[in-house]
């Protein structure tokens, strides 16, 4: 669907991040899809960004992806926190771009600035129980 979406309009930068959410989404599993898809989520994501530098879920996927890959197939934490920044920096952020942030943050050892973060998460869905796990588990 999103392919037939871009055809019609192939430099809309909310399309292709949409687009590698989809393939990213594809991509949990097996090592095999994982290469398959992977790839192609993070090829979307920085299509978006090179569409419009401050889309913010071309941000948060390719976290995302910087995040969870291993070295060598995407992976950088330091990436990472530029693009989760980018993505909690919008106008409207969400609170899964503060918790994502957080999680790289508490991997780099920055545990004040990992609490900071998950405390924004759960700041704006104050239901958040995943941030609130990870908030409590820091103290």
Request: neutral net charge; charged residues 25%; proline residues 6%.
């Amino acid at each position: 669907m999103v392919d037939a979406l871009l055809t019609k309009d192939p430099d809309n930068a909310d399309l292709h991040a949409w687009k590698g959410h989809a393939m990213g989404n594809l991509a949990q599993g097996n090592p095999a899809d994982m290469m398959k898809y992977g790839m192609g989520a993070m090829q979307e994501y920085e299509t978006a960004l090179k569409l419009d530098p401050k889309n913010s879920d071309g941000h948060f996927g390719r976290g995302m992806v910087r995040l969870n890959a291993p070295p060598g197939f995407g992976g950088d934490l330091d990436g990472a926190i530029q693009d989760f920044e980018a993505a909690a920096g919008a106008k409207k952020p969400s609170p899964e771009a503060y918790f994502y942030l957080g999680e790289v943050y508490k991997k780099k050892g920055l545990l004040d600035k990992a609490k900071a973060a998950y405390q924004k998460a759960i700041e704006l869905n104050p239901k958040y129980a995943e941030a609130k796990k990870a908030l409590a588990e820091l103290k």
